[in-house]
């Protein structure tokens, strides 16, 4: 199978990973190489420097601290991302060119001209429909959930056969 | 390879028969189950994993939901769907479905009035900036008419609201019509991730309720303001108090603008009316109803 290319823009790397790689209900943490601490204390990171916040990502991504946790946001997110290309499920629409992948944990790769040039697209995890645990971690606000990894595959793959990501 | 052409409702069904396995191994969690099942529910026919469904409420399935449903977050899901900037299409997309799910769910399990109110201020808020919305009309076009959510499932009104956003976009727009946007076609599936109009995002963790039948009341708008509702002679008035002095400041009344009067270098007001009122302070939106 052929390599798969990240996106080309630094930019757009950057904007993927802080709305789908450090969206606290994704729960990256689970699925990547990053461990819940190291990825908290990145999360802290970009939420102190207000890129987390809607359209704030782009005006202070250029500090020191905030590029290098993006940066090492986006090699986990991408690792994973690439994971699901090479091992997951594929599946195709009728309506468009582009391929999708499920992978562990429910990783959704969308991945654009997938038997030529394989390009990265965009990386997520669909949120399952089960209750969340608010937990008082005052860093990340994250989220806890006794979740089997299935339910993620699930939702993801209902989100793709639904026509969720054409 | 698979083609999305699986047909859903066997996916659905094959879905289920995993999730109530997880669940009754303690592995998965109820509502999963229930959720699946609500979905399942909306195409034709009775199979049998519905049939095992009902066998597994009437054993133990009901106390290991009741336990969950306290926990679905609705508002916070709702919070975050509404507060998502205009060009987060994946996350809207995501976040209906998580929606949509939920409400089946709930609907399955005779619990459909814990998230209408949630459903229906999510349906007020998208009337209200129907722009970001647009992009997901084929979509909801092609659920409602594939398999449409019950008659009384909540998410039928969420999904007729969503298909209908391109034709609240033009009656919104300048002259009636819909701003120019290469590629879009009212009632294709392609994508439209912004329209050339500017729409207000509203952010639903500032989204408060005025009631309109207090004499005055304040409410703050996070760090950036405070909102009062004052009423005098039978008319309603809001005042809006800027923590910070900004010439950035404009409001819309369930997505059409609001003249506001400045007061003083802080301070606007504008007439009350019941609407979802977005006020933009500084590029951020803030979220309230008055009614």
Known sequence: ?166 | MRTTRIEEAELLEAQLVEALAETRRAEGHAFEVVALAGLRERFAGEPAALAAVDDWLDADGTVLLAEELAHLELDRRIDELVGLPDDAHEERVDGTFTIDELSAGLTFCGNQARIAPFIELLGRAIRATPAPWCALSPLASRILESAPPLDDDPAGGLWRTIESTPWIQDSLAPGGKLPVVPGFTVGSPLSVQRLAMEAPRAVAQAASRLPSEHAEMTISLGEAADLTYARAEGRGELFLEVRQATERVTAQCDGRPVALARLRPTSWSCPAEPGLYVFHIDGHPHVVEVG
């Open chain 1, 1 to 166: 199978m052929k390599r798969l290319r990240p996106l080309a823009k630094l930019d757009a790397r950057h904007e993927k990973v802080a709305r789908h790689y450090f969206r606290t209900v994704e729960a990256w943490w689970e699925v990547s190489d990053q461990t819940r601490e190291e990825w908290s204390s990145d999360h802290g990171v970009l939420e102190a420097a207000g890129v987390l916040r809607p359209g704030g990502w782009l005006a202070v991504q250029h500090l020191p601290p905030v590029e290098m946790a993006l940066e090492r946001g986006h090699r986990s997110w991408f690792t994973a991302a690439e994971q699901a290309f090479h091992t997951g499920e594929a599946y195709r629409h009728e309506e468009t060119v582009k391929r999708f992948y499920v992978g562990t944990g429910g990783v959704l790769a969308v991945v654009a001209a997938p038997d030529d040039d394989p390009r990265l697209v965009t990386a997520f995890r669909p949120t399952p429909p089960i209750p969340g645990n608010r937990v008082g971690d005052s860093s990340t606000r994250a989220y806890l959930r006794k979740t089997s990894p299935g339910a993620f595959v699930r939702a993801a793959v209902r989100r793709v056969v639904r026509g969720a990501s054409r």
